[in-house]
C-alpha cells in the first residue's frame, strides 16, 4: 500500500490516498499512463475513484461536493 499526495484542481488543498499497489508497481504503472496507455489499462486493479484520484487530486467526496451526481 502506497499513499499518493495530489493538488484538487478546484479547491487547491493537497489530498491524499491510500492505493493498493506496491512502489514499483505504482511506478511501473505511472510510466504506462504517462507514456499513452490508457488509465483503466494501466491501473487495471484499482477502483474508478482511485483512477480519477491519480488523475486529478480529486477525492470521491470532493467529486460529490462539485459535481452532484453527475
Do not use: H
Not at 5 to 26: H, V, W
Not at 42 to 66: S, V
Amino acid at each position: 500500500m502506497i499513499t499518493i499526495s495530489r493538488k484538487c484542481p478546484f479547491t487547491g488543498t493537497i489530498n491524499q490516498m491510500d492505493i493498493p499497489l506496491t512502489a514499483e508497481q505504482y511506478d511501473t504503472q505511472i510510466g504506462a499512463w504517462q507514456g499513452g496507455t490508457l488509465i483503466q489499462n494501466a491501473f487495471p486493479t484499482l477502483t474508478a475513484d482511485q483512477r480519477e484520484f491519480i488523475k486529478t487530486g480529486i477525492t470521491p467526496e470532493q467529486w460529490e461536493r462539485i459535481f452532484g451526481g453527475v
